[in-house]
């Protein structure tokens, strides 16, 4: 999950480093969107690091494999896009209450905290293709239970924060099976361009997603929710033509317990000096912008906004993680990875305090538009350096150990976040949301683990 890849914003996330909206993730603080969490790298260099995936397999543009799998994940998780930002919104403008719409929050970034863990070793276990089938036709259902609420004007706040987080959990399991698979799909000499591609992806669906939530819930309350269900029913018709066997490369472990695979799992990361500074950094980053999409939304709602020009927000986020993503590359032939998290994180210090000053929503989009392409530019040097870097039998609990320590606790970030809102307004919360970035800027720069990039004791 990116950072920012929280509730209420990115896709996460997506999800997504900073990334409020890109949840291709993810999510994630959300995002917002959340924008989803990047994967926590491994050591490079080691024997088990290199090993290679599959060979053989036809250039990036005419693999038809990696083609299905880049689609149906696509539209599934443009689904979860708009769930991230429907969610809290419909909560939001229904109750009219910022602490309603942090439940429903936490309700949508809960599985992060309870999900991620037991879901990454079930994705090193099963065929990750059946996996992703199944979370589609489950969200469908999820999500079509909602809209028929929401339709017959029975609005249930339970209901929403159950619906909420079934959506999320499901979404937790989809990107970790797909973001394993990519390795059974493509050439290694191909998987930097993949993971390229896939956060492009997920800032596309950041910034159509979104903002199509925002217009479909002003059209009308139950619309996103019927469209969710839709994409789902979509994704699951592209993902069938997948014939492709994408379990990891050592098979299963049907023999071994659930709890030696998810141990296994967090020593491996504990192990990686490095990779336990980047887990820090982003459970740090993931709150941040979980609690700055929710802000976000309030400031908006607040100043007589519309779900519509919450949109404009998010389209703006969007543009800045892709055009973040398409950057990346050429930072990353030029700079370590720490550099990059210092440019990052500069840009957010110099970027957040606006938030706390401007009310229009055009102002908001151009400032959550910078820091959106900072994250962009961090999600895809970390999602490389991760995949590339674990072993693919261990691809699914070393990502959901990760993001289970990254973002796990964003669910407290929007819970706590709606109340904090309603106690001391937007502007003191922003605020401390810029105080919590500079600290942040200050350890990445100063951090001799960081700068040295030494990744075992």
């Known amino acids: 999950m990116s950072p920012a890849a929280g509730t209420a914003g990115t896709a996460g996330t997506a999800g997504t480093a900073g990334n409020p909206d890109a949840q291709d993730t993810p ?24 090993q290679a995936p599959p060979s053989g397999h036809p250039p990036l543009h005419r ?29 939001l403008y229904h109750t009219g209450s910022a602490a309603h719409a942090g439940l429903v929050g936490f309700a949508a970034a809960l599985p992060n905290l309870v999900v991620q863990l037991p879901a990454g070793a079930f994705v090193d276990r099963w065929d990750r293709r059946p996996v992703m089938l199944w979370c589609d036709v ?33 979404a937790t399991f989809y990107d970790l099976a797909e973001r394993a698979a990519v390795r059974s799909v493509v050439s290694a000499e191909q998987l930097p361009t993949a993971m390229s591609r896939n956060e492009a992806r997920g800032s596309a669906i950041g910034l159509l997603g979104q903002p199509a939530s ?14 969710m ?22 098979g299963e472990r049907s023999g071994r317990r659930l709890y030696t695979d998810i ?14 500074f980047l887990v820090g950094f982003f459970a740090g980053s993931n709150l941040i912008f979980t609690v700055l999409s929710l802000t976000v939304m309030v400031i908006i709602q607040r100043n007589g906004g519309s779900p519509a020009d919450f949109g404009i927000v998010a389209a703006a986020r969007g543009i800045g993680g892709i055009a973040g993503s398409l950057v990346e590359p050429h930072l990353s032939r030029r700079y370590r990875l720490h550099t990059v998290l210092v440019i990052v994180t ?64 964003n669910s407290l970030g929007a819970l706590g976040c709606g109340y904090l809102l309603d106690a001391i307004g937007t502007t003191r919360t922003s605020m401390l949301l810029w105080a919590a970035v500079a600290a942040l800027a200050a350890v990445v720069a100063f951090s001799r683990t960081a700068r040295t990039e030494k990744d075992v004791d």
Do not use: K, Y
Request: proline share 6%.
């Open 214 to 227: 925002g217009l479909l819930l002003s059209a009308a309350h139950w619309l996103p929710f019927g469209f």
């Open 229 to 250: 269900a839709a994409a789902n029913l979509l994704a699951l018709g592209m993902l069938v033509r997948l014939r492709r066997d994408l379990r990891a490369v050592v």
């Open 346 to 409: 500069t840009l957010w210090v110099v970027l957040m305090p606006f938030v706390a000053l401007l009310h229009r929503p055009v102002a908001l989009a151009l400032v959550l538009g910078g820091l959106s392409f900072a994250s962009g530019i961090l999600n895809v040097a970390a999602w490389v350096f991760q995949v590339q870097n674990t072993p693919d039998e261990m691809q699914g609990r070393v990502n959901g150990t990760a993001r289970f320590l990254g973002a796990g606790f």
């Open 138 to 170: 489950i969200g469908l259902l999820t999500v079509a239970s909602v809209a028929v609420a929401v339709a017959r004007d029975e609005v249930w706040l339970p209901h929403l924060m159950l619906a909420a987080f079934v959506e999320m959990s499901l």
């Open 63 to 91: 693999n038809r494999d990696f083609t299905r799998l880049w689609l149906s994940a696509g539209i599934s998780r443009f689904g979860s896009c708009i769930a991230m930002v429907a969610f809290p919104l419909l909560a």
């Open 27 to 50: 999510d994630a603080p959300g995002t917002p969107d959340a924008p989803d969490a990047p994967g926590t790298p491994g050591t490079p260099g080691t024997a088990e690091a290199r």
């Open 263 to 276: 141990r296994d799992g967090v020593s491996w990361l504990w192990r990686r000096r490095f990779a336990r």
